[in-house]
């Protein structure tokens, strides 16, 4: 048994939490299956989508300063989500028995990706989203009939209540309370839940409380139910024109058909929807990222120094470029992940007796792909805002222009839904956890790229004449640059593992690098797959390769910086650096690209196009 084996081995022993597949997109030797991409929405979704739009530009653009007042807000908000629901936009997710319109998750992502606007934004996605989804997934026959078709129609708005104060990503530490009364007719909750979004004129509340103060439960909340108030609005550094409050619940009476689920269950709800929730804010980094390239294209276009306009500057030019490339890659993985999600939900039958722990198994499935669509959203959002005001120069800075809010506005999402320093320990954690449990076959992959290392039999060879060829062996080598760093992290902690003395929390500091390789893998492999399709299907594009060979080039050079900062750490000595170093670049290859003409070519077409287009 060579050394890998025997500490994965280990860890199987020593390590006792559930798991299934999730980062299964890591193995070697598997077959990328073709997959969603916005592509191949049918002619009547992308319609629907255009409606989104449309209100958007309409309804919401409009309004989008005065509804910044804490005042306005209240008024314009329930107003835009009852145009909203007339429109169907609210009931995309919801079945058409509830009197939705029963459609897919992508489609609910592609929908939101065009409502998504700042404030509104927040207020829809909390709505349709965490507000929505629960119910569906994990409410009674009643509660479906009697919830979903007042909330997918606008005429009540919905709000979801888990944070409380000390109790942020740690979701299932909530303190609140509830008990049953002495007549068993009602849960008597006591407590506070804080950060809530659309809690101002939300009309039901999805709220987290431990039974006896034991048994996490789920509680739908009706806003006339004795006991329950909502405390001034937040003063926040974005975000303004949606409502953010704290929740207060003080001998709150709950009747006992309104618990949604089994009593102590509600963890399965909670952590599902969140999978979910994170899916879905990181839809808001596509949104943003479109809205800043437009914005800015059409400001450098206007705006002249030294008698030229700026955007003929490089400089100015790289970061369209920039925006637009990583934009490619990140919208790929998205609805790559969305897709996989939907064909899983698809299989289970909502008749089925055990439909709830089905369910809440798919999300699980998915728990890494969804942490990495959060941290990856939300980052490209704020990369893209930030460099819109750049780009705006001094007048980025003042209210004036609609890409200041959208810089303050894209802050919140690194933080909503698990920060992401939580999601980022998340990823490596669950990869390892599902590798331990014997559900992810990491070491069959780690035993092959080993072997390749002792024979010298690393395969660097592509074809150049097939589009893309080059893109996928370098994807095959991130891959294996990922899965050779994760086992050099783990040779570490050897000793601790043999005597199980080890935990996660000592290697914590590995896990940032750690997880930023394996997004940058997933994200490379779906940026070059959904490319090569659109190539060889002859679609009609005009940015498509050079979007994901600038995107290749950089994103493996940031993993192999990475990954031989974090072996450098890792290695206990010189000669074990020399060493696990060696191994490392043999995984590399040269990969010539001329990033100058490639950029060019992007912004020539952006600026232009006056957008991001494909």
Same mark, same amino acid.
């Given at each position: 048994?060579?050394?890998?084996?025997?500490?994965?081995?280990?860890?199987?022993?020593?390590?006792?939490?559930? =798991?299934?597949?999730?980062?299964?997109?890591?193995?070697?030797?598997?077959?990328?299956?073709?997959?969603?991409?916005?592509?191949?929405? &049918?002619? +009547?979704?992308?319609?629907?989508?255009?409606?989104?739009?449309?209100?958007?530009?309409?309804?919401?653009?409009?309004?989008?300063?005065?509804?910044?007042?804490?005042?306005?807000?209240?008024?314009?908000?329930?107003?835009?989500?009852?145009?909203?629901?007339?429109?169907?936009?609210?009931?995309?997710?919801?079945?058409?028995?509830?009197?939705?319109? #029963?459609?897919?998750?992508?489609?609910?992502?592609?929908?939101?990706?065009?409502?998504?606007?700042?404030?509104?934004?927040?207020?829809?996605?909390?709505?349709?989203?965490?507000?929505?989804?629960?119910?569906?997934?994990?409410?009674?026959?009643?509660?479906?009939?009697?919830?979903?078709?007042?909330?997918?129609?606008?005429?009540?708005?919905?709000?979801?209540?888990?944070?409380?104060?000390?109790?942020?990503?740690?979701?299932?530490?909530?303190?609140?309370?509830?008990?049953?009364?002495?007549? =068993?007719? +009602?849960?008597?909750?006591?407590?506070?839940?804080?950060?809530?979004?659309?809690? #101002?004129?939300?009309?039901? /509340?999805?709220?987290?409380?431990?039974?006896? =103060?034991?048994?996490?439960?789920?509680?739908?909340?009706?806003?006339?139910?004795?006991?329950?108030?909502?405390?001034?609005? &937040?003063?926040?550094?974005?975000?303004?024109?949606?409502?953010?409050?704290?929740?207060?619940?003080?001998?709150?009476?709950?009747?006992?058909?309104?618990?949604?689920?089994?009593?102590?269950?509600?963890?399965?709800?909670?952590?599902?929807?969140?999978?979910? =929730?994170?899916?879905?804010?990181?839809?808001?980094?596509?949104?943003?990222?479109?809205?800043?390239? *437009?914005?800015?294209?059409?400001?450098?276009? @206007?705006?002249?120094?030294?008698?030229?306009?700026?955007?003929?500057?490089?400089?100015?030019?790289?970061?369209?470029?920039?925006?637009?490339?990583?934009?490619?890659?990140?919208?790929?993985?998205?609805?790559?992940?969305?897709?996989?999600?939907?064909?899983?939900?698809?299989?289970?039958?909502? *008749?089925?007796?055990?439909?709830?722990? *089905?369910?809440?198994?798919?999300?699980?499935?998915?728990?890494?792909?969804?942490?990495?669509?959060?941290?990856?959203?939300?980052?490209?959002?704020?990369?893209?805002?930030?460099?819109?005001?750049?780009?705006?120069?001094?007048? #980025?800075?003042?209210?004036?222009?609609?890409?200041?809010?959208?810089?303050?506005?894209?802050?919140?999402?690194?933080? /909503?839904?698990?920060?992401?320093?939580?999601?980022?320990?998340?990823?490596?954690?669950?990869?390892?956890?599902?590798?331990?449990?014997?559900?992810?076959?990491?070491?069959?992959?780690?035993?092959?790229?080993?072997?390749?290392?002792?024979?010298?039999?690393?395969?660097?060879?592509?074809?150049?004449?097939?589009?893309?060829?080059?893109?996928?062996?370098?994807?095959?080598?991130?891959?294996?640059?990922?899965?050779?760093?994760?086992?050099?992290?783990?040779?570490? /902690?050897?000793?601790?593992?043999?005597?199980?003395?080890?935990?996660?929390?000592?290697?914590?500091?590995?896990?940032?690098?750690?997880? @930023?390789?394996?997004?940058?893998?997933?994200?490379?492999?779906?940026?070059?797959?959904?490319?090569?399709?659109?190539?060889?299907?002859?679609?009609?594009?005009?940015?498509?390769?050079?979007?994901?060979?600038?995107?290749?080039?950089?994103?493996?050079?940031?993993?192999?910086?990475?990954?031989?900062?974090?072996?450098?750490?890792?290695?206990?000595?010189?000669?074990?650096?020399?060493? @696990?170093?060696? #191994?490392?670049?043999?995984?590399?290859?040269?990969?010539?690209? @001329?990033?100058?003409?490639?950029?060019?070519?992007?912004?020539?077409?952006?600026?232009?196009?006056?957008?991001?287009?494909?």
């Amino acid at each position: 048994m060579n050394e890998h084996s025997f500490i994965f081995l280990s860890l199987l022993f020593i390590i006792n939490i559930g =798991g299934s597949m999730s980062g299964k997109f890591l193995l070697l030797n598997k077959e990328v299956p073709s997959f969603m991409t916005p592509e191949k929405f &049918e002619d +009547h979704i992308e319609e629907f989508a255009k409606t989104a739009r449309d209100f958007l530009d309409k309804e919401v653009h409009p309004v989008a300063e005065e509804i910044q007042s804490d005042e306005a807000k209240m008024i314009l908000n329930p107003k835009l989500m009852a145009k909203a629901g007339e429109l169907g936009l609210l009931m995309i997710e919801v079945p058409e028995e509830y009197e939705g319109m #029963g459609m897919d998750l992508s489609t609910g992502l592609r929908v939101a990706e065009q409502m998504d606007e700042g404030s509104f934004g927040t207020t829809y996605m909390a709505h349709t989203g965490i507000g929505t989804l629960p119910i569906v997934f994990f409410g009674t026959e009643e509660q479906k009939k009697k919830y979903l078709p007042k909330i997918s129609s606008g005429e009540w708005i919905s709000a979801y209540g888990l944070t409380e104060t000390g109790f942020g990503s740690d979701a299932l530490g909530a303190k609140t309370k509830a008990v049953l009364n002495e007549a =068993g007719t +009602h849960y008597i909750l006591n407590g506070s839940k804080q950060f809530i979004t659309n809690a #101002g004129f939300a009309d039901l /509340f999805i709220v987290y409380a431990k039974v006896d =103060g034991e048994k996490f439960t789920a509680f739908l909340v009706e806003k006339t139910f004795p006991g329950i108030s909502t405390s001034k609005e &937040e003063n926040k550094m974005g975000i303004h024109g949606s409502s953010t409050r704290a929740v207060i619940l003080e001998d709150c009476e709950v009747p006992v058909e309104n618990v949604m689920g089994e009593i102590g269950q509600g963890h399965k709800s909670a952590l599902g929807i969140l999978d979910i =929730g994170r899916l879905k804010l990181g839809i808001a980094g596509v949104a943003g990222t479109k809205r800043a390239i *437009k914005l800015s294209v059409e400001y450098a276009i @206007n705006r002249k120094q030294f008698k030229t306009p700026i955007a003929q500057f490089g400089m100015m030019r790289n970061k369209f470029a920039e925006m637009a490339s990583k934009l490619f890659m990140f919208e790929s993985a998205m609805y790559r992940t969305s897709g996989m999600i939907d064909e899983d939900l698809a299989k289970v039958d909502p *008749k089925d007796p055990d439909f709830k722990k *089905k369910v809440g198994k798919v999300f699980k499935d998915y728990d890494v792909e969804t942490a990495m669509m959060k941290v990856m959203g939300s980052e490209l959002g704020s990369f893209s805002v930030d460099q819109g005001v750049q780009i705006h120069g001094g007048y #980025g800075f003042t209210e004036e222009y609609e890409i200041a809010r959208m810089y303050r506005d894209a802050r919140i999402n690194r933080i /909503f839904e698990g920060t992401n320093e939580i999601n980022r320990l998340l990823i490596p954690v669950q990869i390892l956890t599902h590798t331990m449990k014997g559900k992810l076959d990491l070491m069959g992959s780690l035993n092959q790229i080993l072997k390749e290392l002792k024979e010298d039999s690393v395969d660097k060879s592509y074809d150049s004449e097939k589009p893309l060829d080059r893109e996928m062996r370098v994807v095959e080598l991130t891959k294996k640059l990922v899965i050779y760093t994760v086992g050099t992290y783990v040779k570490k /902690f050897m000793n601790k593992l043999a005597d199980k003395t080890f935990t996660f929390t000592e290697g914590e500091y590995y896990y940032e690098p750690i997880s @930023n390789l394996v997004m940058e893998a997933y994200q490379m492999e779906s940026g070059v797959v959904r490319a090569k399709e659109i190539l060889e299907a002859n679609i009609k594009n005009k940015l498509t390769k050079e979007y994901v060979e600038l995107a290749t080039f950089e994103g493996f050079s940031r993993v192999r910086s990475i990954a031989s900062q974090l072996i450098a750490t890792l290695s206990v000595d010189e000669k074990e650096h020399s060493r @696990n170093m060696a #191994g490392l670049w043999k995984l590399t290859m040269d990969y010539p690209v @001329n990033t100058a003409a490639l950029k060019e070519k992007i912004a020539e077409v952006i600026i232009e196009q006056g957008k991001y287009v494909i």
